[in-house]
């Protein structure tokens, strides 16, 4: 199968030149989400905006006609590992068994200086 973008509403406006979600060979590669505010700032606390960004992920899986339990991988990136805790315990919640493969790493700085990004990568 053929690189394919997906359309997904549920996407925010992309902040650059990147497809939210393309496909290939039943494999869907999602770009980072991040969590703003109406305003464009990050939204609330970094529990706040992981749970933003976990809800957004589960839109733009839905809307390709997958779920959490689909997610191959996942990647957190964050601007302070001291918020490694908070973080896990939302995406936690998101997996009710056989959670994906993952890695998390502390980064310089996050677009829109937030705190918490997250990129997955699910299959058919």
Do not use: C, H, W
């Amino acid at each position: 199968m053929p690189k394919q973008v997906l359309s997904t509403p549920s996407a925010p406006a992309a902040l650059g030149p990147y497809s939210v979600a393309v496909e290939g060979n039943g494999i869907v590669f999602f770009s980072g989400q991040i969590a703003l505010d109406g305003e464009g700032n990050p939204a609330g606390s970094t529990a706040d905006q992981a749970q933003q960004v976990m809800e957004q992920i589960g839109g733009l899986l839905s809307d390709v006609g997958l779920g959490f339990s689909d997610v191959l991988k996942a990647t957190i990136f964050l601007a302070d590992m001291g918020d490694f805790a908070v973080v896990n315990e939302v995406y936690g919640s998101f997996f009710d068994s056989d959670p994906p493969a993952r890695s998390a790493v502390e980064v310089a700085a996050l677009p829109k200086g937030v705190s918490v990004e997250i990129e997955t990568i699910a299959a058919r």
